[in-house]
């Protein structure tokens, strides 16, 4: 079974950082690109980054570009997204989801963790 | 930048009623790659349908998608308590975006 457990949320105060992992299961984790993607309290899905299966590839919404960082370490079966600079806006359930699709590219998101809340505010 | 409007925000439904929801999109999806979710209070997404029109695994046969270009439909043909949820389109031809949601309420 395809597992997707999402960990390390919690509050922080604007400016600060926080570092949110996601631990998979029940597949070859080495084999698929991975994204996470944030949704705010009662709002909709936004897409955040993306990583293909070798790192070779990383992509970023502009709305964290030069603030988060995404990396996995393929070795733990883990990916893991370095939020900085954080703002009250960033609050959100952050969820790790897996790519369907092979390529260099974003696909579809066939499974997901159940997410971690990271909380911004002081 | 592809941004996707859905309509109607909101469809108040009852139990064994058809769901037409509609996913506009302000380009020309690539390839049709058009998927829809559903989510419910407190869960994660769930993929219903991948490339316009394909079922994901597992998914009841209730569930259909339809559309190309920039026009794109989830139907639910016969409404289950179980389908009452927030659903969302996700464009991934070009980057990726999702649109803002329809909640299909109980009516």
């Known amino acids: 079974e395809v597992q997707l457990v999402e960990s390390g949320g919690g509050l922080v105060q604007p400016g600060g950082s926080l570092r949110v992992s996601c631990a998979a299961s029940?597949?070859?984790?080495?084999?698929?690109?991975l994204s996470w993607v944030r949704q705010a309290p009662g709002k909709g899905l936004e897409w955040i980054s993306y990583i293909t299966s070798n790192s070779a590839t990383i992509y970023y919404a502009d709305s964290v570009k030069g603030r988060f960082t995404i990396s996995r370490d393929n070795a733990k079966d883990s990916l893991f997204l370095q939020l900085s600079s954080l703002r009250a806006e960033d609050t959100a359930v952050y969820y790790c989801a897996r790519d369907d699709d092979g390529d260099n590219r974003i696909g579809y998101f066939d499974y997901w963790g159940q997410g971690t809340l990271v909380t911004v505010s002081s | 930048e592809i941004v996707l409007t859905q309509s109607p925000g909101t469809l108040s439904l009852s139990p064994g009623e058809r769901a037409t929801l509609s996913c506009r999109a302000s380009?020309?999806?690539?390839?049709?790659?058009l998927a829809w979710y559903q989510q419910k209070p407190g869960q994660a997404p769930r993929v219903l349908i991948y490339g316009a029109s394909r079922r994901a695994t597992g998914i009841p046969d209730r569930f259909s998608g339809s559309g190309s270009g920039t026009d794109f439909t989830l139907t639910i043909t016969r409404l289950e308590p179980e389908d009452f949820a927030v659903y969302y389109c996700q464009q991934y031809g070009t980057s990726t975006a999702f649109g803002q949601g329809t909640k299909v309420e109980i009516k």
């Open positions: 029940g597949f070859s984790f080495s084999s698929y690109s």
């Open positions: 380009q020309s999806v690539i390839s049709n790659y």
